[in-house]
Structure formats: C-alpha cells, structure tokens
Nanobody, 121 residues
Framework: QKLLVESGGGLVQPGGSLRLSCAGS????????VGWFRQAPGKDREGVSC????????NYADSVKGRFTISRDKGNNTVYLQMNSLKPEDTAVYYC??????????????WGQGIQVTVSS
C-alpha cells in the first residue's frame, strides 16, 4: 500500500507558524509530485501547493503565496509545508496527496488522512 501520513498540525495563534509534514510509508515519494490541499468547514476542498518529484517545480494558491513554502527532503522521504503568518482563514483540515511526478493534472492517486490546522486567538 501507498500510505501517506500528515503530521505537524494543531492550534496556533494568528501570525504564528506551523510546519506540516507528509511522510510516505512503505514506499518512496521520490517519483511523485506531492500536493497539499485543505478543506474548511462549509467550503470546497482547495489546492494549496504542490512540489514536483524532482523538487524543482512548485506552485501555490494565491491565498497562501508568500506565506507558505513547500519543500521536500528525499533522504527523509518527507514533503513539508512551512506555514508562516497564519490567518484564521487558514483554518482547515489539510491533506497531502500524490500523483505521477509532475504537478500538472487534476488526479491524485493516494491521499493522506488529513490533519487539523486551527488558527485562532
């Protein structure tokens, strides 16, 4: 099985930071693009960021551009989402997912279980 496990979520005050991790279990993430998505209560799921298999291509939703940074550590088989200057609007369940190598395309083959991020004072 290709299992993705998110970690690093929790409760943070506005303006604070969190780093989410997406780790591959029992397989390597090296050949996969990894996307981060989020879904807030009452809202549709939205794409947040993606990083290509090589790590040289990244993209971000306009709502998080300049605040979030996606990266990958192939030695640790993990993709990170560094989230800075967090806003209450960032509150959502965050998911990581994988697709073949490139970020282009809409189909992601495997999804993590999701992790809660709550930004509140």
């Amino acid at each position: 099985q290709k299992l993705l496990v998110e970690s690093g979520g929790g409760l943070v005050q506005p303006g604070g930071s969190l780093r989410l991790s997406c780790a591959g279990s029992e397989f390597t993430l090296d050949d996969y693009a990894v996307g981060w998505f989020r879904q807030a209560p009452g809202k549709d799921r939205e794409g947040v960021s993606c990083i290509s298999g090589m790590g040289n291509d990244t993209n971000y939703a306009d709502s998080v551009k300049g605040r979030f940074t996606i990266s990958r550590d192939k030695g640790n088989n993990t993709v990170y989402l560094q989230m800075n200057s967090l806003k209450p609007e960032d509150t959502a369940v965050y998911y990581c997912a994988i697709r073949p190598y490139y970020c282009s395309g809409s189909i992601y083959d495997y999804w993590g279980q999701g992790i809660q991020v709550t930004v509140s004072s």
